[in-house]
C-alpha cells in the first residue's frame, strides 16, 4: 500500500492554508519552548476564541450548555479544553490527547559556581538525549524564579538578536584522540553538560575573604540582582530549562520541511490545539488535552498519571447531568482518543533500524500506530481492530491522507505514549501523529504537508 508524497496533490493544491497553518505553527514553536509557554500560549488562543476558564464558570453558578467552550489549567504545565456537545458528556468524548514537554537541560537547584576563570550553571538532562549533541550549540535559558515574597520572575534569555547565548563546550579536536575512542554515551558525561554563563570578573569584591574569592560569580549573581531582582537562594524555586536558541526555521531549497527545537510533541500539540480551536457546536463533547512529564513516564501532578483530568470531567459530568461517579466513568469509558504524538520518520541514511514496509514516511499524511513500546511490545497500548476501521472510515470520508508505522524495526528500540494510560479507562485508543526526523535531537525536522494533514485529521476526528 504505496502512498504518495501530499506534494503531489492536496499539500500544493491547497497551499495558501497549508503556508498559514505552517506558519502559524512556527510562530507557536518560537513562543511555546517549555511547558508553561505552551500553556500561556494556548490559553490565550483559546480565549480570543471564546473559551472561558471551567471552575471560575462553575463557581459563578453559570449554567453549561451545548456549545460552550471551557478549560482547565493544572499548576500552569498542563491544559485541557472541551466544547460541549449536543450529546451529555455521559456519551463519551472525542479526545486529542498531546504532551508539550521535550527533552532538555533543567538547571539544578544549586546550580551557580566559579571554576578557573568562567561562570557556569550545573544542570540535569531530562528525557532521553544524545549528550554530545548538545554541546556546542547557541543555547537559551526559559523559566521561572518564585521568590519568597509571592512574586514569580519570568525568565527567557537567548532569544531575542540583542540578547546573548549559551554554550556547553566540547574539546577541540585536536586534543580529542581518547574522546573519540569512547562510546558515544560516554563522549560526555550529564556531570559536564554545564551551561557557560560568564568569564568577566566585579572590579572588586569586598565581601568576599581573599582567599574566597569568587568575582566572576559574584558578578553573575549582581547582573542577575539588578536585571531580575533574583538572588542566589532564589535558585532553589526556580524553575529553569536551557533549550536550543533561535527561532524554527524553514528547511530545504523548496522550504517544504521545518527544522525546529521541540517538535516532539508540540508538532502533534499545536495541531491538535489548532483544530480544537475550528470546532463549533460538536455533537459528541470535545477535547483537547496538553501535558507535561511524558518524557519522563507522565508522572507528578501535571503528568497524565495525575488525575487533574479525570477530576475536569467530573465537575462537566456534575455541571450538566449532576453528581455521579457512575457517569464519570462511562464519560471517560464511551470516549474515544488519539493518542497524539510524534512517529519515528523513515530516514534512508540509517535504513538499517527501519521495517521499510512498516515505517511512517515525511509528506505522506498523518501517521497511526496501533502499538508502540519496545521488543515484544512491552508497554504498548495496542489498539482495537474495530476502533481503528472505524478510524479509517472517518479519515477516508474527510479525504485525509494516512499512514500506518512502527517506532523502528522490532528489536532496534522502542518508545512509548500516553495511550496505555488513557486506555485504562476503558476506552478507544490509538498513537496518531507525524513522523520527525533528528526526534530527540536539539533541532527535529518535520513536513509542512504533514503538519497540514494532521490538522485536518484532527478536525475529521473531533468532528466525528
Known amino acids: ?13 491547497n497551499g495558501g ?18 511547558e508553561r509557554e505552551c500553556v500561556a500560549l494556548s490559553v490565550r488562543m483559546a480565549e480570543e476564541k471564546g473559551y472561558r476558564e471551567l471552575y471560575g464558570v462553575i463557581e459563578r453558578g453559570e449554567k453549561l450548555k451545548a456549545g460552550d467552550k471551557l478549560y482547565v489549567v493544572q499548576m500552569n504545565k498542563s491544559i485541557a479544553l472541551f466544547v460541549l456537545g449536543k450529546k451529555p458528556v455521559s456519551a463519551g468524548m472525542n479526545i486529542l490527547g498531546a504532551h508539550i514537554d521535550s527533552p532538555r537541560l533543567d538547571v539544578k537547584q544549586n546550580p551557580l559556581y566559579e571554576k578557573e576563570g568562567f561562570a557556569y550553571f550545573d544542570t540535569h538532562y531530562y528525557g532521553g538525549i544524545k549528550k554530545y549533541q548538545w554541546t556546542a550549540v547557541p543555547l537559551a535559558i526559559h523559566g521561572v524564579v518564585a521568590k519568597k515574597d509571592g512574586t514569580t520572575v519570568s525568565i527567557s534569555i537567548g532569544e531575542r538578536e540583542d540578547e546573548p547565548v549559551f554554550v556547553i563546550t566540547d574539546l577541540l579536536v585536536h586534543l580529542a584522540g581518547k574522546q573519540l575512542e569512547k562510546k558515544a554515551t560516554e563522549v560526555v558525561t550529564g556531570e559536564n553538560l554545564d551551561i557557560l554563563i ?20 559574584a558578578n553573575m549573581l549582581k547582573i542577575l540582582e539588578e536585571t531580575y531582582g533574583i538572588e542566589e537562594e532564589d535558585f532553589l524555586s526556580a524553575e529553569l530549562e536551557i533549550v536550543p536558541a533561535g527561532k524554527a526555521c524553514d528547511l530545504g531549497l523548496d522550504r517544504s520541511m ?35 512529564k511524558e ?40 470516549s474515544r482518543m488519539l493518542s497524539s504524538d510524534v512517529s519515528a520518520g523513515y530516514d534512508p541514511l540509517y ?12 509528506s505522506k499524511g498523518i501517521s497511526f500506530n496501533k502499538y508502540t513500546g519496545a521488543r515484544g511490545k512491552s508497554g504498548s497500548n495496542d489498539a482495537n481492530a474495530e476502533y ?41 485508543v490509538i498513537d496518531s501523529g507525524v513522523a520527525v526526523l533528528n526526534m530527540h535531537a536539539p533541532y527535529e525536522v518535520s513536513s509542512k504537508a504533514d503538519v497540514y494533514e494532521a490538522v485536518r485529521g484532527y478536525r475529521a476526528f473531533l468532528r466525528w
Open 258 to 292: 521545518i527544522l525546529a527545537y521541540g517538535q516532539d510533541d508540540r508538532i502533534c500539540a499545536f495541531t491538535s490545539l489548532f483544530a480544537m480551536l475550528d470546532v463549533e457546536n460538536p455533537e459528541s463533547t470535545t477535547c483537547c488535552l496538553l501535558v507535561d
Open 351 to 362: 535504513a538499517d533500524v527501519f521495517n521499510k514496509n512498516n515505517a511512517a514516511f515525511l
Open 1 to 13: 500500500m504505496k502512498k504518495e508524497s501530499l506534494w503531489l496533490g492536496k499539500a500544493k493544491e
Open 198 to 217: 560568564g568569564n568577566c570578573p566585579l572590579d572588586s569584591d569586598e565581601e568576599l575573604e581573599k582567599e574566597e574569592k569568587e568575582n566572576i560569580k
Open 388 to 428: 481503528i476501521a472505524q478510524l479509517r472510515k472517518v479519515m477516508d470520508e474527510a479525504e485525509v491522507s494516512y499512514q500506518f508505522s512502527e517506532l523502528g524495526s522490532v528489536d532496534a528500540g522502542g518508545g512509548g505514549t500516553i495511550a496505555y494510560i488513557m486506555a485504562k479507562y476503558g476506552m478507544n
Open 17 to 34: 492554508e497549508l503556508d498559514k497553518i505552517c506558519d502559524l505553527y512556527k510562530k507557536c514553536l518560537d513562543e511555546g519552548k517549555t
Open 295 to 334: 518524557e519522563i513516564g507522565s508522572v507528578g501532578a501535571t503528568g497524565m498519571q495525575s488525575r487533574f483530568f479525570e477530576n475536569a470531567v467530573a465537575e462537566l459530568v456534575a455541571a450538566t447531568e449532576g453528581e455521579s461517579q457512575l457517569l464519570v466513568r462511562r464519560a471517560l469509558a464511551r
